[in-house]
């Protein structure tokens, strides 16, 4: 059957009753087709699989808005939007098609959702595609009663009301600035069928709650068990440039699922929307039990980020929660000492050694840490920085640095979000806030002030090449003091 042309690909609307649920959906291919039940990303909607479905000749691919997303209906008052109840609606909604075995299709959080599924049922999913997703952000222990303290608190508030454009193509500018990368058309479809008209313009389906904090995550350990479980032949698809990740986090994952290929293609995070051609045979062939794309190996996730790291001509690191660890600590006049690791200022020596450029960037300014840059040698220290974007464009004007491709920032929280999605190479401690932890492609095991910027340096170092050189200096004697 030859491929289907996409401009003449027109998808048959659906609509499915789950219980206590509708949801919407786009179906496209022959209905006597292969099952392939295909899931967006957060906040996208079924649209998202418009340009990809139709190149995937011989498949029925019924595509869904998850609930709260698109047509879909909302989760009932009082309700959440729990990640698990995503698997739920999947089995849900594979039982409204009377599907008893299918294929999944999931893209970013859809990715996620796929992965798990294929894990709760594998007796049941034959084939799974994963884009640019491989299972849910997990918590530690520690921070689980935390995050039910904070979604307890955010019930007791007034519920967001849903977000408002003078008209669609604003709607559609918006989308593209908040989603780096995203094409035109992709934008304007998923917009087409993710607003509706109201009077002062247009305002976004998806239900505001979708933007809160969910009672419940699962842990690490709960992720893989689910991802041990896959039976079916899994193929992840990675985009170049996508979205940052943790490489050690993806390639553990990986790890656990059996047999697990991976395909490596240029385009962005909706590279399945705004470039299909470039997914489209594989996924088509994977369906057909045809392998595609390489078996992992060790470093299939490192390639990349060495590069970046080896690319890097500037560190800029945040001061509280990475050189300290963030703890405060207040005598009669004001803030007192901090303690700063030795191993972090070696590290910080031995890049400079090699012609690196390092400078702090902090929200705070205290005299100890004007005091630890002189030591260090640090000239460019930017304190008392409220706004970090504008800081982090300064301090590189300041180095004649244009480009921030060529910059690693580590950062701990959310005021380091802006930065740290704006340089080549994002980093992280280990205790970082997790939304700091997903924006960084580099991670540390230790946390702030403990080590996390040493690793980092040495990872740097080894990026360059010149780790063994730096060993031989100081078996030698000639190691720069920390």
Known sequence: ?????????????????????????????PADGLPVLALHGWLDNAASFSALAPRLPGARVVAIDLPGHGLSDHRPPGASYDFLDWVVDVADVAGALGWERFALLGHSMGGAIAALTAGTLPDRVTHAVLL????????????APDRLARAIAARARPPRAPREQPD???????????VPGLGLEGARALVER??????????????????????FRIAEAHVRAFLARVAAPTL???ARDGYPFDASLLTARAAAVPGLRLLTVDGGHHVHLDAPERVAPAVAAHLRGEPQGEPLDAGAFDAG??????????LVLDVDGVLTTGGLVYDGEGEGPKTFDVRDGLGIKLLQAQGVEVALLSGRSTPAVARRAKDLGIAQVHLGVQDKVAGLRRLLDALGVADEGAVAYMGDDLVDLGPMRRVGLPAAPADAHPEARRAARFVARAPGGRGAVRELCDHLLRARGAWERVVADHVQGGAPPG
């Open 236 to 238: 992840l698809v990675r």
């Open 168 to 178: 669609r193509a604003t709607a559609v500018e918006r989308l593209r600035q908040v």
């Open 132 to 143: 640019e997703g491989l299972g849910p952000s997990a918590v530690t222990e520690a921070e």
């Open 305 to 314: 980020d060495s590069a970046l790291a080896a690319a890097v001509r500037v």
């Open 1 to 29: 059957m030859a491929a289907l042309d996409p401009s003449s690909a027109a998808p048959e609307p659906l609509t499915l009753q789950l219980p206590g649920l509708r949801v919407a959906a786009l179906a496209w291919g």
């Open 194 to 215: 993710g607003t509706r008209e109201v009077e002062s313009g247009v305002a976004w389906r998806s239900d505001p709650r979708l933007r809160g904090t969910s009672p």
